[in-house]
C-alpha cells in the first residue's frame, strides 16, 4: 500500500508539471467514455421500448360486415384455440370509429362523410412472443385468412421486429465508433505520459543504473495513465448525468410514454462501474505501454553507455 501511495504521489506530481496535455489527454478520454455511454444509454432505452412494444404485439382480424353471429364464433374460437394467442378482444364497429377518430381527429369529417362507418369490427388478439416465431406466425394468419367472414388479418409484429433490428445494429455502430475513441483516447494518454517520461529521463536513469525494479520505475507512469483515464470516466458520466436529468426534465413523461415507458432509466450502477473501471484500465495500459520494457532496456543501455563513455574517453 505504501508502494502504490508513493507512485499516486509522483503521478500527481507529473500530471502537475505537464497538466496542459494531461488536461487535453482526460478530455480525450472522457470524450470516448460520453460517447459510448451515450449510446449504452440509448440502447437500453430502444431495447426496453422494443420490448415493450413485442409484448404488447397484436394480431387483428377484420371481419366483414355480411359476417354472421356463426363465422364470428368460429374466428372467436380459432384464435382462443391458438397457443400463440394470450387473450382475445372484440371491438366493435362503433368502438373501432371512436379509436380512429381519437387517434386522427383531422380525419373526423371524411368519416362522417360515409352513411356507414369505414372502420370496419375486428378481433384483437395479443400475441405471446416467447412462442410466435415467425413460421408458426405466418401459418396462423393463413388459416385465419382462410375463415369465412375474415376481410383481413394483419400483424404489427414486422414493425417491432425491424425496430430491433435498426436498434442492434445502431448499437452496434456505436461500440464501433466509441472503439476508435477509446484507441484515440489511449493515444493521448500514451503521449502525455511519453513527455512525462522525457522529462524524468534522468531520474530513471539513475533508477536503472542503481538497479530499481522495473515496477518502481514504471509505477507512477502508469498511475498516471490510470489517473487520466478515471478522471475521464468520472467526467463523461457526470456530464452524461446532467444531459440525461435535462432530457427528462424537459420531456422526461412524453417520451416516456411514446415509447411505452414507465420514465426514462439512466445507466445501471454495474454499466457505469464498468466504464470507470475500463477507462482506468485503458489508462493503466496506455502508461504501461509509454514506459515498456523494451523502452526501459533500450534507455538502460543507453545510459549504460553514456557512463562507460564517461569513465573511459577513448570509447
Excluded: C, K
Excluded at 193 to 220: F, H, K, M
Excluded at 242 to 260: E, M, S, Y
Aim: aromatic residues 6%.
Amino acid at each position: 500500500m505504501r508502494a502504490l501511495g508513493n507512485y499516486l504521489t509522483d503521478a500527481i506530481a507529473g500530471l502537475r508539471a505537464a497538466w496542459r496535455s494531461a488536461l487535453l489527454a482526460t478530455a480525450a478520454a472522457a470524450a470516448a467514455v460520453f460517447v459510448l455511454g451515450a449510446f449504452l444509454l440509448v440502447s437500453a432505452t430502444a431495447a426496453a421500448a422494443v420490448e415493450g412494444w413485442s409484448r404488447a404485439a397484436e394480431l387483428s382480424v377484420f371481419v366483414t360486415r355480411e359476417a354472421d353471429a356463426v363465422a364470428r364464433a368460429r374466428i372467436e374460437q380459432t384464435l382462443r384455440g391458438s397457443p400463440l394467442v394470450a387473450e382475445v378482444t372484440w371491438v366493435s364497429e362503433a368502438e373501432a370509429t371512436r379509436r380512429f377518430l381519437d387517434d386522427f381527429p383531422d380525419l373526423a369529417g371524411l368519416v362522417r362523410s360515409f352513411e356507414r362507418s369505414p372502420i370496419p369490427p375486428s378481433f384483437e388478439a395479443g400475441l405471446i412472443t416467447a412462442e410466435a416465431g415467425e413460421p408458426a406466425l405466418a401459418s396462423f394468419v393463413e388459416t385465419l385468412a382462410a375463415l369465412p367472414g375474415v376481410a383481413d388479418v394483419r400483424v404489427d409484429r414486422g414493425l417491432v421486429d425491424r425496430l430491433n433490428t435498426l436498434a442492434t445494429g445502431a448499437r452496434l455502430a456505436g461500440l464501433v465508433l466509441a472503439a476508435v475513441l477509446a484507441g484515440a483516447a489511449a493515444l493521448a494518454v500514451l503521449s502525455v505520459i511519453r513527455l512525462s517520461y522525457v522529462a524524468r529521463r534522468d531520474e530513471v536513469d539513475i533508477l536503472l543504473l542503481v538497479g530499481a525494479p522495473l515496477s518502481t520505475i514504471r509505477g507512477p507512469f502508469i498511475a498516471e495513465g490510470w489517473l487520466q483515464g478515471t478522471a475521464g470516466a468520472a467526467v463523461a458520466l457526470a456530464g452524461l448525468w446532467a444531459a440525461h436529468r435535462a432530457v427528462v426534465a424537459r420531456t422526461g413523461p412524453a417520451l416516456a410514454r411514446a415509447l411505452n415507458l414507465e420514465a426514462l432509466p439512466f445507466l445501471d450502477w454495474p454499466v457505469v462501474l464498468a466504464l470507470l473501471v475500463g477507462s482506468g484500465l485503458v489508462g493503466a495500459l496506455a502508461g504501461l505501454g509509454a514506459v515498456g520494457r523494451r523502452v526501459l532496456a533500450r534507455d538502460d543501455a543507453q545510459g549504460r553507455l553514456g557512463e562507460a563513455s564517461r569513465e573511459d574517453p577513448t570509447r
